[in-house]
């Protein structure tokens, strides 16, 4: 009988043999000879992945998806365990492949043998030596680090685990130890160091527990030393920050005197002793954002907020189905819960204890009080293992002066920092930068700063963590001073983004400097309310940042906010690139309002002697007439003038853009092509493939069109589509999307017309930006006059006439008065002149906003 059910013809486990090894994947052994090797549970995943695939390139991102699935790590992770295994298996065993991946290439032999016999162990019974729990609490969603640091204390003498307060070290260490006590003849003992206060106390304590006093007058860390020394046990240390040093010093002594002792120490902070392996502790698996319900469901923070739900008497809706709406609307608010506790084990039980009273809702509406909020009832003590603010008060305590002082002031960041903007930001007279990243270092030691993952290096306070922070900080007299230093600080740093912007390449620039968004839009707040000077000084800096974030309407409010306050005191310095900023806040949108900053600008630059300063404000000056005048053909001549070859491609682009936009309206075609096309070449030589190509493609697209070539207008705009698509929605992409719909239109190609309209209204969900697209409202309304949408389409005329006079734009340029002039025409045939006017007028008086939620009508 042949069957899968057969005991007799089951297949035997797959082995890999290569060197002196095998390979067991279904038992997760390495032999050596017959002798286990010690591996961390990635590392093994990793070994698997490339021995089964042996002589081939297995890239990082197959690495990345196989061992860390759903998991948001940093790729050093791969070359980390990639070490681990040379370390095992011989430095010639993986070879990397630069830039790729890595190709196992030793020879490998896969066959059947008989499954590897594991290790004998003691079975678990009353009779084992030590003081742990029978039956710890269920350790959830550390399914990983509880494997890693298993294979660890199989081969390290001393492991110290490592992370903030509450993220679950003594859980972890407790259960770890629990299922590695059947391994130690001697069994596993636990000590507690939190009641100690004196370190003379810590050996005399350590006996105590193992049942053996020290004789009079013996050295009590020599005693403990000789009585260890024949023993195979293992000893955990749980909360040993505050002895640190100390333990440190016990720990070196015993490890150097013993040879089969094991010790697991936790601890906010490193011990930094010979032989020490620290393990970091991070806070639990977090839901991604924007992921599924179901991948929400499957995160260690969110296991464990439902385990806790469970046991407090408040299940969640969706451990009994998994497919109503419901039950995924409670899914995402409990992911929500989970981040914003930045998965913090403790937190999150807390969180869960509290749900039977205020319910999912009520929690995540109050989860800004939580300091308070998640701790025990009235009637219980609170104490750092059941209340935040004293886990988080008993951290602070072990602090320095300076540690604390730096701590507290690390509250005015919003978000995550750079070392060095936090030296400028955080430094006073007496507190110079080197101190202030010193400090950092050490916060970060102590599990009281994080590394920004999502941004390294980047570092930053987690959110309940500054919380406490911002508690301590509103008690401190400086507080003020703090405050308005960090946004001092963040002036300066801001002045080297803007420089930087010019000559650094787009991508590089972008992943350096946006992460400053939240951090800029904090220090604003704090000077235009205290310190004008400062907040003129930042707007002036950040329109580079708004400009790559398509937050420019954001400009545009903070200009409005600040130009009252503006003072002709202020350096002219400042004062120039302060309307420089308002240019670029309100360039094409309000062609006007930038035409009268820019005159400013350039006066300001001019007397400054600043070429490049004032080159940029003529450039936007003339650009922004969008059409062929005098004024605008002088400050082009000026900007000419002015221009130096060496200046970065970036700088020269914008005079080009602008020079062919003039030649285009006065009919120059050649020379226009010309310009545009060098700007296309220009930004793809150096490696942008963002907005500004976007742009400087829709400028040549919509050249084309005006000189007659539609085909050629449509295949460049569909060359260039595919790249839009697979990046990130910006408020660039409608150029180019507002010129093909023109094209189209022109083309009578209706049916894709009424495609790039549904393609823009799906774009448009990802901003709050609702003007970016006023002028291709002709448009919009030809398509609705042309699918016979008579009111719909007057409706739009009108709001394009109301809108090209509110953004002080004279006339349309060739291609707009085209449509414009169409569409006249169409709607002459469809309806009477009175009805024509009254339906216009009705759209003059509608918002741009809803012109433009008007002109999606049937867009789906």
């Known amino acids: 009988m042949n069957s899968r059910s057969d005991p007799e013809v089951s297949a035997p486990p797959a082995c890999h043999r290569f060197d002196d090894f095998e390979l067991w994947p279904a038992e997760r052994q390495l032999l050596r000879q017959g002798e286990p090797v010690a591996l961390t549970a990635r590392a093994f995943g990793v070994l698997v992945a490339l021995v089964e695939r042996a002589g081939q390139l297995v890239s990082k991102d197959e690495l990345m998806q196989r061992v860390w699935a759903g998991l948001i790590v940093e790729d050093n992770n791969i070359a980390v365990h990639v070490a681990q295994l040379r370390k095992a298996l011989g430095p010639r065993a993986i070879a990397t492949i630069a830039g790729c991946g890595y190709r196992f290439a030793l020879p490998v032999q896969a066959g059947a043998l008989a499954a590897p016999k594991l290790p004998a162990t003691r079975p678990p ?24 640091l298993l294979a660890l204390l199989a081969t390290q003498p001393l492991i110290t685990v490592c992370g903030e307060a509450g993220v679950g070290k003594t859980h972890l260490a407790m259960t770890a130890a629990v299922q590695r006590q059947p391994q130690q003849r001697d069994g596993a003992w636990w000590v507690d160091l939190a009641p100690l206060s004196d370190p003379a106390q810590l050996a005399p304590t350590i006996a105590r527990t193992l049942g ?8 009590p860390l020599a005693a403990l030393a000789r009585r260890l020394r024949p023993v195979q046990m293992l000893l955990v240390l749980d909360n040993a920050e505050h002895l640190a040093e100390a333990v440190s010093a016990l720990a070196a002594a015993l490890v150097a005197a013993t040879r089969a002792l094991s010790l697991l120490v936790t601890s906010q902070v490193p011990l930094r002793a010979p032989s ?11 839901p991604p954002e924007g992921c599924s ?16 739900a469970g046991s407090a008497g408040r299940p969640l809706a969706w451990t009994h189905s998994h497919t109503s709406a419901a039950s995924d609307a409670e899914v995402q608010l409990a992911a929500q819960v989970c981040r914003e506790l930045d998965g913090n084990a403790l937190a999150i039980e807390l969180a869960a204890a509290r749900l039977p009273a205020l319910g999912l809702a009520g929690l995540a509406g109050r989860l800004h009080q939580r300091l308070g909020l998640l701790g025990p009832g009235a009637a219980t ?53 080197e101190r202030v990243v010193e400090a950092i270092l050490d916060l970060v030691d102590r599990s009281l700063v994080g590394l920004d993952r999502a941004h390294a290096p980047r570092y930053r306070l987690l959110e309940t963590t500054r919380l406490y922070a911002q508690a301590r900080l509103a008690a401190d007299p400086q507080a003020d001073e703090a405050r308005r230093g960090f946004a001092r600080g963040l002036s300066q740093v801001l002045a080297v983004a803007y420089d930087a912007h010019w000559g650094d390449p787009p991508k ?33 800096n950040a329109w580079p940042l708004w400009e790559a974030l398509s937050l420019l309407s954001e400009g545009r409010q903070r200009s409005e906010q600040l130009l009252p306050l503006l003072d002709d005191t202020w350096p002219a310095a400042l004062r120039a690139r302060f309307w420089e900023s308002v240019v670029h806040c309100h360039t094409v949108e309000y062609p006007q309002r930038t035409r009268e900053a820019a005159t400013k600008a350039a006066a300001l630059y001019r007397q400054l002697g600043d070429a490049r300063g004032e080159y940029l404000a003529c450039v936007d000056l003339a650009f922004n007439w969008r059409v062929d005048h005098p004024e605008a ?4 001549a000026r900007a000419k003038a002015l221009e130096q070859p060496a200046w970065p491609a970036r700088l020269q682009a914008r005079r080009r853009i602008t020079e062919a936009t003039l030649a285009t309206d006065s009919g ?16 793809e030589r150096d490696g942008d493939d963002g907005d500004a190509l976007t742009r400087a493609v829709a400028n040549l697209a919509d050249l084309e069109r005006a000189a007659g070539r539609l085909d050629e207008a449509v295949r460049l705009a569909d060359q260039f589509l595919p790249r839009l698509r697979a990046r990130q929605p910006s408020l660039d992409d409608f150029n180019l999307l507002g010129n093909l719909l023109g094209v189209l239109l022109a083309q009578d190609n209706v049916a894709r017309a009424r495609e790039v309209v549904a393609e823009c209204k799906h774009r448009m969900r990802h901003f709050a930006e609702d003007s970016c697209m006023w002028c291709t409202l002709d448009a919009f309304a030809l398509l609705h006059a042309l699918d016979g949408r008579t009111r719909i389409a007057a409706q739009l005329a009108g709001a394009a006439d109301r809108a090209y006079h509110d953004h002080g734009q004279e006339k349309r340029q060739p291609n707009e008065a085209a449509d414009r002039a169409r569409l006249d025409l169409v709607l002459a045939s469809q309806a009477d002149q009175a009805q024509r006017k009254a339906w216009r007028a009705e759209g003059e008086v509608m918002a741009t906003g809803d012109a433009l939620q008007l002109a999606f009508t049937s867009a789906d």
């Open 125 to 148: 019974s009353d009779e084992l030596p030590g003081n742990l729990p029978a039956r710890p609490a269920p350790l959830i969603g550390r399914e990983a680090e509880l494997l890693d």
């Open 381 to 433: 003590p609170r104490s750092r293992r059941n209340a935040l603010d004293a886990a988080l008060d008993w951290s602070h305590g072990l602090l320095s002066e300076t540690e604390q002082q730096v701590f507290r002031r690390l509250a005015v960041f919003p978000g995550a920092f750079e070392l060095d903007t936090a030296a400028l930001c955080l430094a006073d007279a007496q507190l110079p930068p």
């Open 508 to 540: 590089a620039w972008r992943e350096r400097w946006l992460p400053e968004i939240d951090n800029l839009r904090a220090a604003l707040d704090e000077a235009t309310a205290n310190d004008a000077e400062t907040a003129a000084a930042l707007f002036a």
């Open 293 to 308: 319900a179901a991948q929400a469901r499957s995160s260690g923070a969110m296991q464990l907020l439902a385990a806790r």
């Open 633 to 636: 053909r002088a400050a082009l």
């Open 668 to 683: 120059d075609f050649t020379l226009a092509r010309e310009l545009f096309a060098s700007v296309v070449a220009l930004r």
């Open 276 to 286: 020490e392996q620290l393990f970091r502790l991070a806070p639990l698996a977090l």
């Open 212 to 219: 053996f006093k020290p004789a009079e007058g013996e050295d």
